[in-house]
């Protein structure tokens, strides 16, 4: 959900390493009713190294059910679908960084100028007093 109806939060970028090494991470997902589709966090994920259990670190059970999809205008980008009836799974896999691209610049973008609108409604509306904010009516 977009600011001002929630907070917007973004993925830190990993930087190519210079060695040619790779970041190994771990993302905890949350299923509903038994299912999970959304992006993952990261980009150029060597699909090989994909591993989904039902607890951290490679622990618990493993889970089979689940697929990884790269849209072709972005097929460095991954989403995952993931089935399983726990409440939450641990993906883990290797990149060897991130690639910025323009969706990424215009998703920033778009906060930005939320979090500007709704200071200018603030300010428009007199609801800002001595640098504080206060619930108006």
């Known amino acids: 959900m977009a600011y001002p109806e929630g907070i917007d939060r973004f993925s830190e970028k990993l930087n190519k390493k210079q060695d040619g090494g790779v970041y190994t991470i771990e993302e905890a997902l949350q299923l509903e009713n038994g299912q999970y589709e959304g992006w993952l966090a990261h980009d ?26 790269a849209p072709a205008e972005s097929p460095w980008r991954r989403t995952i679908r993931v089935f399983a009836n726990v409440e939450s799974v641990y993906v883990t ?11 990424d610049v215009n998703v920033l ?19 800002i007093d001595g640098g504080t904010f206060y619930e108006g009516e």
């Open 109 to 127: 973008q778009e906060a930005i100028t939320s979090t500007q609108t709704e200071m200018d409604r603030y300010k428009e509306a007199g609801m």
């Open 93 to 103: 896999y290797e990149t060897p960084g991130d690639t910025v691209d323009a969706d």
């Open 44 to 69: 150029n994920i060597i699909n090989g190294t994909v591993r989904v259990y039902t607890g951290p670190r490679f622990t618990g059970e493993v889970v089979a059910t689940w697929t990884l999809s």
